[in-house]
């Protein structure tokens, strides 16, 4: 999974959970909550404390003769260098449907999940073992699931362990913990309106203890219903997206729901999770208001379509269209 770029920027990390907080250069906010816990930082101890991070570590390289869907480039826009994604290449269509931006009629981020070599761009959403209230519950009263110091842990109860799933519950940082979906919010836009479209392409990462030996079966809450993985053995770190996800193989005991879009159980063994985490993809769409263009687009031989993984703030061909070939300078490797 590739984190993405946000570009220059600065960087805190949180006195309540310690996660890192990406700050713009410049904000308007007396107080900036963090993104993960909600405890609100007076700008203050922003400044006092923040570090300058000069853009990402990048690297320009020539462009090579074919440049592919997904791979990120700088281009010059208006004089400046900028670092966005390639959505479409020449002779490529882009339409939209509900918002959603499509190449070729397939959303961007499952074409980049089902191709070899590529990855999409994933963005935070939850590290458990930074909380001291965890947001995962399990779903019986009598469990198998316990925690400790951050740590979940599932020992088989002496019932069946078929239904004892372990179910995240999102909430809102930014409207009083009010349960809520995953929004397609990035932490860096504190000065952004909140009123942001609901995403549901997550994954979920596990760092297990050495002593866990399980396998498990991950639900997920996607296109509006409750899907789950194959039993999938745990190592030392494992990694579950939501497109491993079969359709639901009669799973009536488990109902997610947008506002808890996740589950885990174990099928077998004895789990000891160290960090449970939760990102989810960066997903591509137009914006309700802001984008005046009019599709589909069919990219001539020398256009590309460009955008940036900040989907709900940058400026790139949704505003300005498709740029030409000659103004891409090289693609960035992290
Ligand atoms: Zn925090």
Redesign the pocket.
Known sequence: MAPTFVGAHLEMN?T????TLPLPTEFRRHEVP?W????PHPRSLVQGEAVTVEGDLIKIVPTPTELQLGDIIAANIDEQPRVKRILGTPGDTISIESLRLLVNTQRLEDILAAAPNKSVATLPVDYDSHRKQSRWQPQLSRSGWTRSEGKWRFTPPSASNANDWLIYHHQAVYDQMRAAAVMDDVPINVDESRRMAFVDRMAIGITSNAHSHATVEVAFFIDGETRTTNPVIIGESTIIRCDQASVSHGNAALELADVAPMAVRVTSGIASFDELNLFRSVEYRLRKYDDQSVFPITLGPTEYYIVGDNVPASVDSRNYGPIADSQILGIIEP
């Open positions: 949180c309540e959970c310690g996660v963090c993960h816990c909600g405890k």
